[in-house]
């Protein structure tokens, strides 16, 4: 494992616990994508079903579950324990837009036409597009909290590190997976303007 993967590890971490923390100490969650974080839910849920059939380290299988365990606390806490601060009026983004392509896609381009490949595939695809419900709930209201901003900052530097840990992976391993790689590219063109937006507010 390189420096770049393990970074692009704890960014995206980082990302997940400074959105809990913001949750948890302003007990709101206004400003947040629900529908984001169910796909983010589902993302994880179906690309770590491989954590019932296969070990690869303790590394692994802890990030695994960790990543797992967030997930579905926030879901919770949007959806049950801070229902009322959710902005549901301006969560608008029709999640079928994205389910239904990326799931077709899934069968159509996957590694194998096996079920858990199939659907680690499809965890790839959704994760390219999940944060688009959250980006277009800022453009719809115009606003984010600082808190909201710095979680996407790491969201969007966990997808640059990775691009980084795959190039790493070419030259030294002779590893490519067009798959990931293009999903990656493609959430990392979602994040451009973000980024810019970031910089230079």
Request: proline share 1%; with cysteine.
């Amino acid at each position: 494992m390189n420096i770049f993967r393990i970074l692009g590890d704890v960014s995206h971490l980082l990302a997940i616990i400074i959105l809990l923390l913001k949750i948890q100490k302003s007990k709101s969650c206004a400003g947040i994508s629900g529908k984001s974080q169910i796909l983010f839910a589902l993302v994880f849920t179906t690309r770590y079903l491989d954590l019932f059939t296969t070990f690869i380290s303790v590394y692994n299988t802890v990030m695994k579950v960790i990543f797992l365990i967030c997930a579905y606390i926030t879901v919770y806490m949007i959806y049950m324990k801070f229902r009322k601060t959710f902005d549901s009026e301006n969560d608008s983004f029709r999640l079928e837009f994205l389910l239904v392509p990326v799931t077709g896609l899934s069968f159509l381009e996957n590694h194998s036409f096996t079920p858990l490949e199939i659907l680690w595939t499809f965890s790839i695809y959704l994760e390219s597009v999940a944060i688009l419900p959250q980006l277009f709930m800022i453009s719809k209201t115009g606003e984010a909290e600082t808190i909201t901003t710095h979680y996407l900052f790491f969201l969007g530097l966990y997808r640059a590190l990775y691009i980084a840990n795959w190039v790493w992976r070419y030259y030294t391993e002779n590893f490519y997976d067009q798959i990931a790689v293009v999903s990656g590219v493609v959430q990392t063109i979602f994040y451009c303007d973000f980024f810019y937006l970031y910089v230079t507010k």
